[in-house]
């Protein structure tokens, strides 16, 4: 009991030594107070609700928690009508959950891809129908044989001129959708991807609303064979039926083709759309999501970890934030450690970096959104690559972000009451879905491979985010130019920052166009040659604006437009751009062979920028704890025993386990089956 109580003090010590108000900076992260409550609001409500209760999950096996699933999902259908919740508040309700449901993809995907691609006539009919939850939807691409290479789907949609259908058929056995979340069960109606053929001609995949099964009594309709794929791994996702689903020669009218874009008109004419992208717009949306999401499960993950960690003590070393002074015979708090911090710290910056970028990319996809309402596609390309960008590089950094705070937990770190191992589970696959994160970082570097091209030809032209590659212009220039740090005091300079990172880009982008130029264009080139320097390009754009949304959303703070923007205070500020440098510095760390290569970074400047790295580190220490509570994550989001706002992490590991279904038996099952003959093989024993 004694040791409860340490643990409670601690915490409660390390919050005395924040210094900037905290309210402060939650209203910064969330944009301004109205957010902030709302968010608590919402928490609430689903807080309040019995069926989102989390105590049994552990214990839950796949047809057990797939049914709770559907039973969450019903009553978060309901709460979102009963209470009339906007998208972002039912994101925040999904948030507040946290577990994958099996209708969040009919929230997801199914309506969002009707809205984006249905003409008005199609958007009219069945997004009502949707709305009320009338009809229940999914999003059907990925196969058994195919995901990313989208152009062998083997689903085909044949238009049948006498009766004015498409015929849905699964061609071959490896044509059966897979993977797909909310087909395996509760699903109505599927958006599914398939080839559309008309008079034998391939026209590619366009996307058809399908009904899977019946309004009255839910079976599968005849010609549909429907189910659930099992279980996954990491035990993930184990409330969410993902499904497969094959067809045979299941007809639909034709007025079920989405067609915004592209068209089929009765006697079978096919009009083409008037761009090949327009339909990304949902895809966008789907990543832009998932960047904000992974802001909020990285914050979750080092709040966990940073609250244990303050109450984690081992061994009694120096260090010099030693708390003998205050807690004289005490083992050292783990967070004073130097490597302890040096792991944490900067993926507490690398949240609060999250947070600015998830918000920018939703500004541009909302920008995106409006300019083609009203036919203007100047931005698709660069908002698209920008966000394939950073769903391949945010979802990597927060499940890889989600496992080092596990270990740096230690053994309890691998407790499931952690909080963190299920939403571990969550994460990875966010790594493959919407994407894979290898494959999708084609898309950028394509994207500045014409980028390079319309330097050199009309370098006016070249779009905001990509003007690094103005520098590469004047090639003698460049290879021989160098960072111009000279003081370590000169590494704490955003632009200096900046000028780093777009001296990178430039260059690896320029060195992947010389060598596809090398290797004859793009049309004669391997391109999966030039694979592993797409993905270095990519992850290093996706850093480099990172880097700066971070620094343009603090100095937006500084410098509001009007007073009711001002949303931190002096002193948050201040904490804020000492989390940026880290954030910016601690990535060029990282990724230190990139800047040395080209000898852009001398080894003294290497020397110095580690220094300022550990030098920033420890600068946080006092700070942690303010930070993380500043994310604002209730104890029932966080739900777990180490990482609980009051520190008494002992205890509830203690209470935790005393639920474990194994402890209401003094002598466990399986004793006399197994135990006792093998103690008893050789005889009685008295002792
Ligand atoms: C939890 C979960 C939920 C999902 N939900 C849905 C859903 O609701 N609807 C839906 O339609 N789909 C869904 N999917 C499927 C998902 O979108 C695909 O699995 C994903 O896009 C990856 O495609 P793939 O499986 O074809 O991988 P593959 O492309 O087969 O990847 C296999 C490996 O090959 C590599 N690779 C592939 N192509 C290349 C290349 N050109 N160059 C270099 N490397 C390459 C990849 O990096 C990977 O390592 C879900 C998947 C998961 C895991």
Redesign the pocket.
């Known amino acids: 009991m004694a040791q409860t109580s340490q643990n409670k003090k601690d915490l409660a010590q390390a919050r005395t030594k924040t210094n900037f108000d905290i309210t402060d900076m939650t209203n910064y992260l969330y944009g301004g107070p109205a957010n902030v409550e709302q968010r608590r609001y919402i928490i609430d409500l689903i807080a309040r609700e019995p069926i989102f209760n989390k105590d049994d999950w552990p214990w839950l096996n796949h047809t057990d928690a797939v049914k709770r699933g559907i039973a969450m999902s019903a009553r978060l259908a309901e709460i979102k009508m009963e209470h009339e919740l906007n998208d972002l508040d039912f994101a925040t309700m999904v948030e507040a959950i946290d577990d994958?449901l099996p209708i969040l993809?009919h929230n997801g995907?199914f309506i969002p891809v009707i809205n984006s691609q249905g003409s008005d006539e199609q958007i009219e009919k069945w997004i009502p129908l949707a709305e009320k939850y009338q009809i229940i939807g999914?999003?059907?691409?990925?196969e058994l044989g195919?995901?990313?290479?989208l152009s062998q789907l083997e689903t085909t949609a044949t238009f049948v001129q006498e009766t004015d259908e498409w015929e849905i058929n699964s061609t071959t056995f490896t044509a059966a959708?897979?993977?797909?979340?909310?087909?395996g069960a509760i699903c109505t109606h599927a958006v599914v991807?398939a080839k559309l053929i008309i008079a034998g001609k391939d026209y590619g995949a366009h996307v058809f609303v399908v009904p899977i099964r019946s309004l009255d009594n839910h079976k599968p309709f005849p010609g549909i064979q429907v189910g659930d794929i099992g279980p996954?791994a990491y035990g993930?996702?184990n409330k969410?039926e993902?499904g497969f689903a094959r067809f045979n020669k299941y007809r639909i009218p034709r007025e079920n083709m989405l067609m915004r874009f592209s068209k089929v008109s009765r006697d079978g004419v096919y009009t083409k759309p008037p761009h090949a992208k327009l339909s990304y717009g949902s895809m966008v949306l789907l990543r832009s999501v998932l960047i904000r999401q992974m802001a909020l499960y990285l914050s979750r993950a080092t709040t966990i970890s940073t609250r244990y960690l303050t109450v984690r003590r081992q061994f009694n070393n120096p260090t010099k934030r030693n708390d003998a002074d205050i807690n004289p015979g005490l083992e050292t708090q783990v967070i004073n450690y130097p490597m302890v911090q040096n792991r944490l710290f900067p993926m507490i910056a690398q949240s609060y970096a999250l947070f600015a970028a998830g918000s920018v990319m939703m500004e541009m996809y909302i920008g995106l959104m409006t300019g083609l309402s009203s036919g203007n596609i100047d931005t698709l390309a660069e908002v698209h690559a920008t966000s394939s960008a950073l769903k391949s590089y945010c979802t990597t950094i927060a499940a890889a972000g989600a496992e080092e705070c596990r270990k740096l937990m230690g053994g309890h770190g691998y407790s499931y009451f952690t909080g963190l191992a299920h939403m571990f589970a969550s994460i990875v696959?966010s790594n493959?879905?919407?994407?894979?994160?290898?494959?999708l970082t084609?898309q950028m570097a394509r994207y500045l491979l014409k980028e390079v091209k319309t330097a050199r030809i009309t370098p006016y032209k070249v779009t905001p985010y990509s003007k690094y590659v103005l520098l590469a212009l004047n090639r003698d220039s460049f290879t021989h130019s160098r960072c111009s740090v000279t003081r370590i005091e000169d590494w704490l300079n955003p632009d200096v920052q900046l000028a780093v990172f777009e001296h990178r880009c430039a260059r690896l982008a320029t060195e992947l166009s010389d060598a596809v130029d090398a290797a004859g264009g793009m049309e004669s080139t391997t391109w999966?040659d030039h694979?592993i320097e797409c993905y270095r390009i990519s992850h290093a754009h996706a850093q480099y604006v990172m880097v700066l949304w971070f620094i343009q959303s603090i100095r937006d703070a500084r410098n509001p437009e009007t007073e009711e923007e001002r949303r931190a205070s002096p002193e948050a500020i201040a904490i804020l751009e000492r989390l940026s440098n880290l954030h910016a510095l601690h990535t060029i760390q990282t990724n230190l062979a990139d800047f040395t290569e080209d000898a852009y970074f001398s080894p003294a400047q290497c020397q110095s920028l580690r220094s300022q790295v550990k030098t920033l580190v420890a600068s946080i220490a006092d700070q942690a704890v303010g930070l993380v509570d500043a994310f604002d994550h209730p104890d029932f989001l966080l739900a777990s025993a180490l990482g609980a706002s009051d520190g008494d992490a002992y205890q509830r590991l203690w209470d935790k386990a005393q639920t474990e279904p194994l402890n209401r038996r003094e002598v466990c099952d399986g004793y006399e089956e197994y135990i006792r003959p093998l103690l008893k093989k050789h005889g009685e024993l008295k002792l």
């Not at 195919?146 to 290479?149: F, I, K, R």
């Open positions: 994958t993809l995907a999914c999003y059907a691409q990925t195919h995901g990313s290479n959708k897979w993977w797909i979340g909310g087909l991807q996954k993930g996702f969410m993902n696959p493959t879905y919407e994407g894979d994160n290898y494959v084609q999966s694979n």
